[in-house]
């Protein structure tokens, strides 16, 4: 089932094209990990499906319900300085423009992903008290809240230890064979090709492999140098 169908969308900022012409679909139970070298896109890409930049051209179809996607940014880009609390930060994965006031089983729901996650002992702390992979715990927590049909993540394992990161890629596991599409951008390649089912290219073009496995000649034929790291 099409939750999201690009059609020749041109994404990019006022009339700077980044990447043209894109047509893709992201269905029920996808597990996508998007690579690309630095400036390539992928940001771009994923800010455009998400709603935050209006694509230049083309259309995007929307067969999801409201809050239907779940955005963890990259932790970098958020202002850790910003005087919330871990439970303010998650709860606001559930607000919309149509749904302003929580009700309480929205805020079970929330606890509920909190505990899985593993974040309820630092659920009245300010975020800018957290240490990197903490944060990342916190903005996965936001991005789930929503029970969301597909979860898109940008660079997610950037600061989390050995431990968690296998805690975190068992729980993708759990929540994509339960039908959650997800999109995943990440530079390792390695880590990528052992938990997606497809790999997105994406520099300053988009070309889908339908496998998750990517040789350096498939790379090169897609304009897309990526590093191939061999994990032991
Ligand atoms: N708001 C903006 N206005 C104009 N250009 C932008 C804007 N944001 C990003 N860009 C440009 O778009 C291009 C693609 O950036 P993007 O962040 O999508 O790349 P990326 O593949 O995610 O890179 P990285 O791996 O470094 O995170 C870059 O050249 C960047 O400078």
Redesign the pocket.
């Known amino acids: 089932m099409e939750l999201i169908v690009l059609k020749n969308v041109t994404c990019g900022?006022?009339t700077?094209v980044?990447l043209p012409r894109v047509n893709f679909a992201i269905s029920r139970g996808d597990f996508i990990g998007v690579i690309?070298?630095?400036?390539?896109?992928?940001?771009?890409?994923i800010k455009t499906l998400i709603g935050l930049i209006t694509p230049l051209g083309g259309t995007i179809e929307k067969h999801i319900k409201e809050l239907g996607i779940g955005y963890m940014p990259?932790s970098a880009t958020i202002d850790h300085q910003f005087p919330a609390k871990v439970n303010d930060v998650v709860f606001s994965g559930l607000i919309s423009r149509k749904k302003f006031f929580l009700n309480k089983s929205d805020k079970i729901a929330a606890h509920d992903i909190m505990r899985r996650i593993g974040i309820t002992d630092y659920a009245d702390r300010n975020i800018g008290e957290l240490s990197g992979g903490e944060l990342q715990r916190v903005l996965l927590a936001r991005a789930l809240a929503c029970n969301p049909q597909i979860l898109v993540l940008d660079?997610p394992t950037t600061y989390i230890d050995q431990k968690f990161s296998k805690d975190f890629f068992t729980l993708l596991k759990e929540l994509n064979e339960s039908g959650l599409a997800i999109l995943m951008?990440s530079?390792d390649l390695g880590t990528i090709s052992r938990h997606v089912r497809k790999i997105a290219c994406?520099n300053r073009a988009f070309h889908l492999h339908n496998s998750n496995t990517i040789t350096a000649h498939q790379l090169e034929l897609y304009d897309c140098p990526v590093q191939l790291l061999v994990h032991k």
């Not at 690309?36 to 890409?45: D, F, Q």
């Open positions: 900022y006022g700077t980044i690309g070298p630095n400036g390539g896109g992928k940001t771009t890409l990259q660079e951008i530079h994406v």
